[in-house]
């Protein structure tokens, strides 16, 4: 696969920053018009009603400081679909259109396990962080992390004594949060990747940190949970590393304590027990080409979609054509169609008997209208009303 032009890099980034166009509305405008080219002259010239669900299109010059930025740091812009974009991560429905990287690119496809975990780590919450990051490097496999207080931090310090280290933020490259951890965001850029979504100048909020932490469960092929609440940002880490097929580990810890009461409740649901890097190692593939993560080809976005063979006959189904006039009866044909149980996206394709490009287009519409989500393995469903 070529590098994609800088026209090509400056359209996706365009599209990635338009306010209402989340990671799988973007993924659906670029199949459905086959690039982001596209996309971006059908939201331009308002040619369906999606182009009055988002916002104004982020202007070329936006678009352009931002690149700018980024070469001034030293930093790499990843698209997805294209070269350099982490295979694994690639394998989310919900990957991140762009990522901003400083550091070195090619570790993002390095083996990596997520080690996560409480703020407020006790002290040999910290020891056994540091030392099953270090002998993970030891062996080969670097440590993915989100440079938080405590385990996380801990994480990033022990894998860098032997290996190299991922540091997942939910800022700007240039907005290290928290700021105490400047220095040692700057020393991970320099001996292994930091990387975020946000473009530069982005500082931390509450809102961004899922967003991080679907970072670290994707770039891992597992994640570590080390002393966890109940209620905290490491579960929601597990439960996304679950929902992506990665493998999940809780480290025990005492029942009395209530920083571990999450991470032994992980257990509790079938977690892999982890005492060393041992319980660890022996539930990965040896090698990268063993993990059916990685036996399929990445989802190319940026490829069009062609419409379904039909079941009967030889001949192929012509490409995708524009919408039809009447998409307004499209929609109420989806709308009957759909409900609270997933439906196959080839599904509605066959009902309805429209293009694969006018049903993705409605579906685009609904979705960002908040009517129905998205699910992985291409399942769409009724979003149930607001309570």
Do not use: K, W
């Not at 097929?245 to 304590?257: E, H, I, N, Q």
């Amino acid at each position: 696969m070529t590098a994609p032009d800088a026209e090509t890099v400056l359209a996706c980034l365009r599209l990635a920053r338009t306010d209402g166009i989340g990671p799988v509305a973007y993924r659906r405008l670029v199949r459905t018009h086959g690039s982001a080219h596209s996309a971006l002259d059908m939201l331009e010239r308002g040619a369906t009603r999606i182009s009055r669900s988002v916002g104004p299109v982020c202007p070329r010059d936006a678009a352009l400081r931002e690149t700018d930025r980024l070469q001034a740091m030293g930093a790499h812009l990843l698209v997805h679909g294209q070269p350099g974009y982490p295979p694994l991560l690639a394998r989310l429905h919900d990957a991140p259109p762009v990522l901003c990287v400083l550091g070195d690119v090619t570790l993002l496809a390095n083996r990596m396990v997520g080690i996560v975990g409480g703020r407020n780590a006790s002290s040999g919450g910290i020891r056994m962080a540091e030392s099953l990051a270090a002998l993970l490097a030891a062996h080969g496999v670097d440590t993915v992390s989100g440079l938080a207080r405590g385990i996380d931090a801990a994480a990033h310090r022990g894998a860098m004594t032997a290996g190299r280290t991922v540091a997942a933020i939910a800022g700007g490259l240039d907005c290290p949060y928290p700021p105490e951890h400047g220095d040692l965001q700057d020393l991970i850029a320099r001996t292994g990747a930091v990387v975020t979504e946000a473009p530069p100048g982005t500082v931390p909020q509450a809102r961004h940190f899922p967003r991080r932490n679907r970072l670290i469960a994707g770039l891992g092929l597992g994640c570590v949970v080390i002393e966890a609440a109940l209620r905290s940002g490491s579960l929601i880490t597990a439960r996304m590393a679950l929902e992506n097929d990665r493998t999940v580990f809780a480290v025990p810890g005492s029942p009395l304590d209530p920083r571990c009461h999450g991470s032994n409740d992980l257990l509790r649901q079938g977690a892999v027990l982890t005492e060393n890097e041992r319980d660890i190692l022996r539930e990965l593939p040896e090698f990268m080409e063993e993990s059916t993560l990685f036996s399929q080809q990445a989802p190319r976005p940026a490829a069009p979609v062609r419409a379904p063979v039909p079941r009967h006959g030889s001949q192929p189904a012509p490409p995708p054509a524009p919408p039809p006039a009447g998409t307004g009866d499209l929609h109420e044909m989806i709308e009957g169609f759909l409900s609270f149980t997933p439906s196959p996206v080839d599904d509605l394709v066959r009902r309805c008997q429209f293009s694969t490009a006018a049903v993705l287009t409605v579906l685009s519409e609904m979705e960002i209208a908040g009517t129905i989500e998205f699910l992985a393995g291409d399942m769409v469903v009724r979003r149930p009303p607001p309570a």
